[in-house]
C-alpha cells in the first residue's frame, strides 16, 4: 500500500522559505506514469495547488506562485520537495503531497502537515 | 476567488439525492476532464471520480459524476450521514497550465 509522509518546520518566519519533504513508501517515486504534486489549504478555506513534478521530466507550478516555488526529486531516499520563498501569512496552510497517475486525480495523499507563518 | 464556481453548501435528509454543481469555462471543465474529492473533517482528500464518471474501487455507486459543456455535477443517491463532507471539483486549466479547485461545497445530512 503507496503511503506519503510530509515533514518540515511546523512554523516559518515572514520573508523566509518554507521547506518540505514527503517520503513515499510502497512504491518508487521513479515508477512512469505517475506525477507528484503538493497542494494546499489554507484553514477553513479550499484547497490549492502548488505544482506537480513528473520523475526525470518536467515541473509544473501554479502559475501565482510560479516565481517561489521549487518542486525538486531525491530519488535516492524515494522523496520530493517543496520549497516555497519570502513567505507571508497568506502561505500558513495544510500542506499536503499527493500522487497522480498520468490521467487520473490526485489518488493517494498525505495526511498533511500545518505550516504557520509567524514571528 | 476559485477559477471553479460551487456553490458554498448543499444539505439533504438520509435517502434523498443531491447535486452538487461546478462551473467553469472552455479552458478547464470545457476541454478537460473533472476529478472529485471528498473531505471529511479533519481528513486529507479522497478521490471520488475521475474522468468525469470514473470511480476509483471502493467508492459506492451511489455517487455519480457527469460533465455538460463547462460544467460539471456531482450527485449522491440514497444520502447516508457519513457522506457529510466537504466536496471539491477540480480539473486541468489549459490557459493556465495548472489543477483549478473549486470552492468546495460543504454537504450537510440534516
Known amino acids: 500500500q503507496l503511503q506519503l509522509q510530509e515533514s518540515g518546520p511546523g512554523l516559518v518566519k515572514p520573508s523566509e522559505t518554507l521547506s518540505l519533504t514527503c517520503s513515499v513508501s510502497g512504491g518508487s517515486i521513479r515508477s512512469s506514469g505517475y506525477y507528484w504534486g503538493w497542494i494546499r489549504q489554507p484553514p477553513g478555506k479550499g484547497l490549492e495547488w502548488i505544482g506537480s513534478l513528473y520523475y526525470g521530466g518536467s515541473t509544473y507550478y501554479n502559475p501565482s506562485l510560479k516565481s517561489r516555488v521549487t518542486i525538486s526529486v531525491d530519488t535516492s531516499r524515494n522523496q520530493f520537495s517543496l520549497k516555497l520563498s519570502s513567505v507571508t501569512a497568506a502561505d500558513t496552510a495544510v500542506y499536503y503531497c499527493?500522487?497522480?497517475?498520468?490521467?487520473?486525480?490526485?489518488?493517494?495523499w498525505g495526511q498533511g502537515t500545518l505550516v504557520t507563518v509567524s514571528s | 476567488q476559485s477559477v471553479l464556481t460551487q456553490p458554498p453548501s448543499a444539505s439533504g435528509t438520509p435517502g434523498q439525492r443531491v447535486t452538487i454543481s461546478c462551473s467553469g469555462s472552455s479552458s478547464n471543465i470545457g476541454s478537460n476532464t473533472v476529478n472529485w474529492y471528498q473531505q471529511l473533517a479533519g481528513t486529507a482528500p479522497k478521490l471520488l471520480f475521475y474522468s468525469v464518471n470514473q470511480r476509483p474501487s471502493g467508492v459506492p455507486d451511489r455517487f455519480s459524476g457527469s460533465k455538460s459543456g463547462t460544467s460539471a455535477s456531482l450527485a449522491i443517491s440514497g444520502l447516508q450521514s457519513e457522506d457529510e463532507a466537504d466536496y471539491y471539483c477540480a480539473a486541468w486549466d489549459d490557459s493556465l497550465n495548472g489543477w483549478v479547485f473549486g470552492g468546495g461545497t460543504k454537504l450537510t445530512v440534516l
Open positions: 499527493a500522487r497522480r497517475p498520468s490521467g487520473v486525480g490526485f489518488d493517494y
